[in-house]
């Protein structure tokens, strides 16, 4: 059901009903592993899938990042608020990122 390198691949598969007694089948949830990591500093444009990239060589292990951070929304981690003032300075702003 899933490829090799998901992060789900460990999970257990269940079978359950819904209120309506439709079978559905559905992926048990996952604990978030702890996972240490080097802070690494991100730019407006930075995308997990290519910080993974340069990482791993696989922008697909980007969830590796997003355990290391706790964030169940990986792009969260490089989404930024968009300030209206011009003269304002980006915000320098830090995630972790695992070495293997």
Same mark, same amino acid.
């Given at each position: 059901?899933?490829? /090799?390198?998901?992060?789900?691949?460990?999970?257990?598969? *269940? #079978?359950?009903?819904?209120?309506? /007694?439709?079978? *559905?089948?559905?992926?048990?949830?996952?604990? &978030?592993?702890? *996972? =240490? /990591?080097? &802070?690494? #500093?991100?730019?407006?444009?930075?995308? &997990?899938?290519?910080? @993974?990239?340069?990482?791993?060589?696989? /922008?697909? $292990? &980007?969830?590796?990042?997003?355990? @290391?951070?706790?964030?169940?929304? @990986?792009?969260?981690?490089?989404?930024? #608020? $968009?300030? #209206?003032? =011009?003269?304002?300075?980006?915000?320098?702003?830090?995630?972790? *990122? =695992?070495?293997?």
């Amino acid at each position: 059901m899933f490829d /090799g390198s998901s992060r789900y691949i460990t999970c257990s598969i *269940v #079978e359950v009903k819904t209120i309506q /007694g439709d079978k *559905v089948v559905a992926v048990k949830l996952r604990r &978030l592993p702890y *996972v =240490p /990591g080097k &802070l690494t #500093e991100t730019k407006g444009t930075d995308r &997990l899938d290519i910080m @993974a990239h340069r990482r791993y060589k696989d /922008g697909t $292990r &980007l969830w590796r990042i997003a355990d @290391a951070n706790t964030e169940l929304e @990986a792009n969260r981690l490089v989404e930024r #608020e $968009r300030n #209206e003032n =011009p003269l304002a300075k980006e915000e320098t702003h830090f995630i972790s *990122v =695992p070495e293997s």
